[in-house]
């Protein structure tokens, strides 16, 4: 329980921030507590919750997924290409599904067969996914979807103003959670990001492990492709350009340890909603793209630098603590 203590305080701190950043963005707008501002406020970054989910474990395991926005934008335009050529919509979805899923089973190959470092193989694979979806769609896009598609991207649950998008990643937020929290597959990422040598010793298939996440990751990555493709009607190949960046900031403010063996599946949640809201709150009052990119850049540093500095503050306290008993003595 104590090693949960901490984690436990830090998303409690970010719950009351998120009810602090609606108050502040209801007394900047008033439009901004509004039913359907907020409902279109949670649905605008369902594709960064989406994603995170499997980030969450993926970092908790000492990896990490830089592509997942290009996957992304390759599975939408493989969507909008197959959908252009005449493909019904549900093989066009089945077919971005399989193509991130191979992405991510690329990217985890060359991870957990060859050893390379996540974070170099997956600055490469941004590069190449996006790349290959400018192959298949270039500066075009594809629209004209029916209509039942385009609903499932931006319609709401009958009788309530919760998006559909954001219902999907309701339900899928609870089954990660028991998956990490109350399965022995879930106990099994934090002992291999606390320390794959000896999880190894232990038993645990970690490079089978990790493979999994990150075709965990690209799949994903196809979902949410799906959500964006038909919440704005249109297939590109820079849709959720940049979006990598708010996906690992939600997952690092929601106190996962960007070493592995550590963080929690509500944490996350918690931080893409005080993410979402923040953002939604320099929207409506029409700041700017580049003030928007740079305010999660500086969510980005600081959920690396405050846990540190908070781990060195009690560190300083223990070691204070421990030098005044030996005095005593």
Known sequence: MNRFKGLLGWEFSLIILVGAALLIGGLLSPDFLTSSNISFLTANFSEVALMSLAMTLLIIVGEIDLSVASILGLCSAVIGVLFAAGVPMPLAILAAFVTGGLAGLFNGL???????????????TLALYRGLAYVLLGDKAIADFPAFYTNLGFGNVPSTLIPLPMALFAVLAILTIIVLHATPFGRSLYAIGA????????????????LSLFVLSGLMAALASAVYTFRFASARADNASGFELSVIAAVLLGGVSIFGGRGSVVGTVAAVFLIGIINGALTILDVSNEILTIVTGLLLIGSVLVPNLLTHFRTYQQRRRIKGDSVIQ
Do not use: D, H, M
């Not at 060359?110 to 490469?124: D, K, M």
């Not at 190894?200 to 298939?205: A, I, K, N, P």
């Open 110 to 124: 060359l991870v957990t067969r060859l050893g390379l470092p996540s974070l170099a193989v997956t600055i490469g």
């Open 195 to 210: 320390n794959q040598i000896a999880a190894r010793f232990s038993g645990l298939q970690v490079e089978r492990v990790k």
